[in-house]
């Protein structure tokens, strides 16, 4: 018998392409396959320092901030405890108006000062927690950089070939360590605390059936990074001279320091890697060929990759990471990825390589990811194109966008690739660079333009119900859709903020209770709202992880757009899986849809929210789609499951 699934909730985009000039385009040497575990994953995106704090002892001491932004350490600073409201500022935050930051200026707004925020979130916690990911149905953690860096998002490293001092048990023990080897010597490298704790949770994480990849920013690197220390120290004569982008050196000859550079997008905080040739990313960024400019710094990237690929050497990649989430991608030569891939392929035929390729030029134009997915680099990339559509799709109901423009931006993004690439890229719904979805779906400003607590009418306080309808029918969207369903770790709590820093608060488990958040201090309609863990929520994540997986149509089945009225306030799509097919049926108005559907019977219903039964009869009588809701029809062999 026919199934209908039925969600009363609520849900788009604008197609932006960019081809690669013709004349940069090389030809393909080497093609390999997606990895077949990748096209089925429920993946998790963790941001360590605010996961969960499982260690006290290892937590961050004010000399561990040495080199992150704004380059200075308040006196009197300390940790943050896990429950602090989150727009209250500690005392010692309140004192920095008068202090600059490495460009010069004044260190006065929230969004700065909150930078110097960290409240101890380790591998402890993530191990304490794997028990929650596996009973939510995850199958893959994608974790924001653990490379040892004083920040505390981890992009500025002050080493790639170690796990952060302070996400281990032992930082004093480890820091020890690290200053008894030579970096640029992998003979003398060995495994801290933190290192080891990594490898057992590697074990624990695989021993659940899960997968993880680590997120590493080879474009840039912290100014504490042992090569840029010496070169700071030794100007031309060091022998990393040839791996960053200088300016001008120092002249010894003169009493003036002359050295000069720009850093990553001209964040000095950043220094960058050199590589050839040269291509200025601060306006537009296009895929372009060429490599790292040194040897030497290339070997070390390697080293890295190989390092937690087969941690052991022994030829057997199954105790090592997964694959690696790339970065800047875009703004690192395509031939350098290629052999990127290679190496790493070479130790691991199934591991994972996603790129970040989001931006071509701020603030209207997405790349085209269609360069990186020929085969000879990524397996995937972080499908923002694919959020940025079905986020104005849902958002701005009754005034959203026609669903004729959402199916044309939906079908040109899957002509970039081929069905396996297609399967493998990873649907966003939120991550450490962009507004928590439930946010996202509170508002309706363009795609990350103006979504911070500077812009007051920006909305960042809890979401109403109507933003969690959206949000929901958001998610039936994306676990119903080719690509790997992505969820930034806190959503499936019921987590709200706006862009950096606000959807990096630390993540609200069960067994806290928070401070309440006053989310509009500075002006006079103040709001109060308590964070608190959404069971409803969660189970609402978790069902639709379990239909997806049971199911192999939602991963691996074709998507079709059936024809449908020029007018229609429906988006109906298939996914066609040998005999079987799935018509999802989205109403995005605020009103009964009207949906001719040719069986009449409806028995053996599977509803999933509160007043299905009144929905299901709305439907037999009339053949209306209620509101802002999502039903699915069942055929082929699955109707008798």
Request: aromatic share 14%; hydrophobic share 35%.
């Amino acid at each position: 018998m026919r199934r209908l699934l039925f969600l009363a909730l609520a849900i788009t985009l604008i197609s932006c392409t960019a081809e690669l000039n013709s004349k940069e385009e090389t030809a393909i040497d080497i093609k390999e396959e997606v990895p077949t575990w990748a096209q089925d994953a429920i993946w998790y995106q963790i941001f360590p320092e605010r996961f969960y704090n499982g260690d006290t002892n290892n937590d961050p001491q004010a000399k561990d901030l040495k080199g992150a932004y704004p380059g200075f350490v308040p006196q009197g600073w300390h940790t943050t405890p896990w429950t602090w409201e989150w727009h209250r500022l500690e005392p010692w935050l309140q004192e920095t108006d008068s202090l600059k930051d490495l460009s010069g200026n004044y260190v006065q707004g929230f969004n700065q000062k909150v930078q110097l925020r960290r409240y101890g979130g380790d591998l402890a916690g993530v191990m304490a927690k794997l028990d929650y990911l596996d009973s939510l149905g995850i199958t893959a953690i994608y974790f924001n950089p653990l490379n040892d860096a004083p920040s505390l998002h981890k992009y500025d490293a002050r080493n790639w070939r170690h796990i952060d001092r302070n996400f281990g048990p032992k930082p004093l023990v480890d820091e020890r360590i690290m200053a008894a080897e030579n970096p640029g010597d992998p003979q003398t490298w060995q495994w801290t605390t933190a290192d080891s704790l990594f490898l057992k949770l590697i074990t624990a994480i695989h021993d659940r059936g899960m997968r993880l990849i680590l997120d590493y920013s080879f474009n840039h690197t912290g100014t504490q990074f042992w090569a840029w220390q010496d070169l700071l120290d030794k100007q031309e004569a060091s022998d990393y001279k040839d791996w960053y982008w200088t300016d001008e050196w120092d002249d010894p000859e003169t009493a003036e320091n002359e050295f000069s550079y720009t850093g990553w997008l001209g964040v000095p905080s950043l220094p960058e890697i050199k590589d050839t040739p040269y291509v200025d990313h601060r306006t537009e960024v296009r895929p372009f060929n060429g490599d790292v400019e040194s040897a030497q710094a290339k070997a070390h990237i390697f080293n890295i990759a190989r390092r937690w690929l087969d941690p052991n050497g022994d030829g057997d990649p199954s105790d090592g990471v997964d694959g690696y989430r790339l970065d800047v991608a875009a703004e690192m030569p395509l031939n350098f990825w290629r052999d990127f891939r290679r190496e790493v392929r070479a130790i691991n035929p199934e591991a994972y390589l996603i790129g970040e390729v989001w931006w071509q030029k701020w603030p209207d134009q997405l790349m085209n990811p269609k360069p990186y997915l020929a085969g000879d680099i990524f397996d995937g990339v972080m499908n923002y194109r694919w959020f940025r559509s079905t986020r104005e799709f849902i958002r701005a109901a009754p005034d959203s966008m026609p669903v004729g423009t959402y199916v044309d931006s939906i079908q040109s993004y899957f002509a970039c690739a081929d069905a396996a690439h297609g399967r493998a890229w990873m649907n966003m719904s939120a991550s450490h660079d962009a507004p928590r979805l439930a946010t996202a779906m509170l508002n309706r400003n363009a795609y990350k333009q103006g979504a911070n607590r500077d812009n007051f009418e920006y909305k960042i306080h809890k979401p109403d119900a109507a933003a969690r309808a959206r949000q929901k029918l958001f998610l039936w969207m994306q676990f119903t859709m080719p690509g790997a369903p992505q969820i930034y770790n806190g959503d499936e709590m019921g987590m709200w903020g706006e862009d950096d820093p606000g959807n990096r608060k630390p993540l609200i488990w069960p067994e806290f209770k928070f401070e309440v958040e006053q989310s509009y201090p500075f002006v006079e309609d103040l709001r109060f709202d308590e964070p608190r863990f959404d069971t409803t929520l969660f189970k609402e994540y978790r069902d639709l992880i379990a239909m997806r997986k049971k199911e192999p149509i939602w991963s691996r089945g074709t998507l079709v757009f059936p024809a449908t009225e020029p007018q229609s306030k429906l988006l109906v799509y298939q996914r066609i899986y040998g005999n079987d097919t799935n018509t999802v049926v989205i109403n995005n108005s605020l009103y009964p849809q009207y949906f001719d559907w040719s069986q009449k019977s409806l028995e053996g219903f599977s509803l999933t929210v509160d007043e299905a039964l009144n929905q299901k009869r709305l439907f037999e009588e009339r053949k209306q789609i209620p509101a802002l809701a999502c039903f699915i029809f069942y055929s082929g062999a699955q109707q008798e499951k």
